[in-house]
């Protein structure tokens, strides 16, 4: 794919002053993250974008439009057209089938991402707890939430508690969710600053034993 200048920086996910196309590319970047490494799943972004995103068009207009124009040569034989899944395979989006679903509806939602509950996003295909609330939780202030990833369940898990191997649901994920905050009070800081603290030492771990 070549060098890319990635708008979205996993090691300093949190912002606060996004604008709304930035929120977006946000709500995007966790929906890619989900079983994906965070500078993986950036990297893999921006290359879709790139692809889909021009005159200055927002995420979910060039998702919209692309969805719109897919659809006019949905009986036109063209083995040269790049559908929305297509485009996401060739950008290293894993599950792009189901993923461009999430896209789509997302372009198409009219949620409002600067005030909308976990709730409202968990309505969207594809998008459950963990998801959610990692966006909400590192682009609204004062929101205390956890984002249940592979790291954060690992330092649970690290710290003595049961933990499952891959992101709980329902009110296991709510019973952890109220552990890891109560650590992040222990320690005096924010959830979304103890989650990225969490997400830093343990990717670096990672990185580390692969090589």
């Not at 996993?10 to 490494?37: Q, R």
């Not at 592979?150 to 994920?173: C, E, I, N, Q, R």
């Amino acid at each position: 794919m070549g060098d890319v200048l990635l708008m979205i920086n996993p090691e300093a996910i949190t912002n606060y002053n996004l604008t709304d196309m930035e929120l977006e590319e946000h709500i995007l970047f966790w929906v890619c993250a989900a079983g994906k490494n965070g500078h993986t799943a950036a990297r893999c972004l921006e290359v879709f974008l790139t692809m889909i995103t021009y005159n200055y068009m927002s995420s979910f207009e060039a998702i919209r439009d692309r969805y719109a124009y897919d659809n006019k040569l949905f009986n036109i034989k063209d083995e040269d057209y790049k559908t929305i899944p297509d485009l996401m395979k060739i950008a290293g989006i894993g599950c792009y089938n189901q993923k461009s679903r999430t896209f789509v509806e997302l372009a198409h939602s009219g949620l409002d991402l600067r005030i909308c509950s976990a709730a409202d996003l968990e309505k969207i295909y594809g998008i459950g707890m963990k998801t959610s609330r990692c966006f909400i939780l590192h682009s609204r202030k004062n929101v205390r939430y956890a984002g249940l990833d592979t790291h954060v369940l690992k330092f649970l898990k690290a710290m003595g508690h049961d933990v499952p191997k891959s992101t709980p649901t329902g009110k296991k994920y709510l019973k952890l969710e109220s552990v890891f905050l109560n650590y992040a009070d222990m320690v005096y800081k924010m959830p979304a600053e103890f989650d990225l603290d969490i997400w830093n030492q343990y990717s670096v771990k990672t990185l580390t034993n692969k090589k």
